[in-house]
């Protein structure tokens, strides 16, 4: 594996389908195939067990391979993104701008959007992006 070989970690997400990409691309390069899948998420679960540098827990990558969220998110307590313009957003399946660092400050955007913060994540339906997933629920 290149990453053993660079003395590196890489972790694995799912392909999430996010919508207003047509179907034409979805099924072009979306997840069609769920035995192969599976297969393949068992594969990189044995790579893990061997000691390859991978990153993702176990039971994340059982969570991916199941379809099962067993868990509550936390991104918006752990995650920013800051985008080229300055926009600070914390997740990457609503995109929702929180503020602008540039213009107003990271710690003062932070502060302020804690409460909007809160309320991303209590609305979402859940998405299996990589985070230190530990059981919560």
Known sequence: MLAKKLGVK????PVHEFPGISEEIWNDIGIRDKEKFHCTVDHIIELK?????IINSE???????????????RASG???N????????????????????ILDGFESVWKNS???RKEIVKNCSGCLFFLDIRKTV
Not at 10 to 13: A, D, L
Not at 60 to 72: A, P
Request: glycine share 8%; hydrophobic share 30%.
């Open 114 to 116: 804690e409460e909007h």
């Open 59 to 73: 039971t994340y990558l059982k969570m991916v391979r199941d379809g099962k969220m067993d868990y509550k998110c």
């Open 10 to 13: 890489v972790s694995f997400e």
């Open 49 to 53: 067990k061997q000691g390859y540098p």
């Open 82 to 101: 800051v985008t080229h313009d300055g926009t600070m957003e914390t997740c990457r399946v609503h995109n929702e701008p929180l503020g602008n660092v």
């Open 78 to 80: 752990v995650i920013i």
